[in-house]
C-alpha cells in the first residue's frame, strides 16, 4: 500500500519569495510517479509537475520545481518568487508503476503567499 | 467547452433522493476517474474507467454507481445516499493509465445529502 504524508497543514509566504512544500512518501514499489497538484479555492486541481522513480534528474516547471530525494523518499515542491495567484491547497500525490494510473494523495498543505 | 466539465456544480439531495452526476472531456482521453474529497480527509479514488471498461473499484458502497457509456462521458448515479456522502466530487481523465499519465481534473461537484 502506498502512503503520502504531508506535515505542513498551513504556510505562510512573502510575495517574491520562494517556498517549500514538504511531501514524504511510502512505497514498496520500485517503479512510480510523483505528481504535484494545486487546488484554487474554486475547487479545480490543477497539475503542476510530475517526477518519474528512475528519473536521474528533478524535474522543473517553470516556477515549479520538485526537490526529489529517492532515499529519503521525499519529492519537496519548490515555488520560486511566490504570486499571490499562488494561494491556494498544494496536494502531493504517487502513482505506482504495477496498478494503472491510481493516485493516492496526501492530505495537502494550504499556502497562503501575504502582500 | 474544452477541459473536462462536471455537471451540476453542486446539488442537494435527501437521503432518499436518486441523482446523477455527470462528467465530460474534450482531450480525447481513454481514462476517466471519480474522486472524492471529504473535509479533513484526502482525496479518495473511487472507480478508474480505461477504454470504457472499470478497472478499478476501490471499495466503493454500492449507492455509488458509475457508468461509462463512452470514452468522453462519464457518470455517477447516486441513491440513498447518508449525510457522510457529502464531499466535493471530482472527475478527472488521463491520456492513458501508464503512471506518468497526468490527469486532468473538472471542477468538481459540490454535494450536500440532509
Known amino acids: 500500500a502506498q502512503k503520502i504524508t504531508q506535515t505542513q497543514p498551513g504556510m505562510f509566504v512573502q510575495e517574491k519569495e520562494a517556498v517549500t512544500l514538504d511531501c514524504t512518501y511510502d512505497t514498496s514499489d520500485p517503479s512510480y510517479g510523483l505528481f504535484w497538484y494545486k487546488q484554487p479555492s474554486s475547487g479545480e486541481m490543477i497539475f503542476l509537475i510530475y517526477q518519474g522513480s528512475y528519473d536521474q534528474q528533478n524535474a522543473t516547471e517553470g516556477r515549479y520545481s520538485l526537490n526529489f530525494q529517492k532515499a529519503r523518499k521525499s519529492a519537496n515542491l519548490v515555488i520560486s518568487a511566490s504570486q499571490l495567484g499562488d494561494s491556494a491547497m498544494y496536494f502531493c500525490a504517487m502513482s505506482p508503476n504495477n496498478a494503472g494510473n491510481m493516485l493516492t494523495f496526501g492530505g495537502g498543505t494550504r499556502l497562503m503567499v501575504k502582500p | 467547452e474544452t477541459g473536462v466539465t462536471q455537471t451540476p456544480r453542486h446539488l442537494v439531495m435527501g437521503m432518499t433522493n436518486k441523482k446523477s452526476l455527470k462528467c465530460e472531456q474534450h482531450?480525447?482521453?481513454?481514462?476517466m476517474y471519480w474522486y472524492k474529497q471529504s473535509a479533513k480527509k484526502p482525496l479518495e479514488l473511487m472507480f478508474v474507467y480505461s477504454l470504457e471498461e472499470r478497472v478499478e473499484n476501490n471499495s466503493v458502497p454500492s449507492r455509488f454507481s458509475p457508468e461509462c457509456p463512452n470514452s468522453s462521458h462519464l457518470f455517477l448515479h447516486l441513491h440513498t445516499l447518508q449525510p457522510e456522502d457529502s464531499a466535493l466530487y471530482l472527475c478527472?481523465?488521463?491520456?492513458?493509465?501508464?503512471?506518468?499519465?497526468?490527469?486532468?481534473f473538472g471542477p468538481g461537484t459540490r454535494l450536500t445529502v440532509l
Open positions: 482531450l480525447g482521453h481513454n481514462a
Open positions: 478527472a481523465s488521463s491520456h492513458g493509465t501508464s503512471t506518468n499519465n497526468e490527469q486532468f
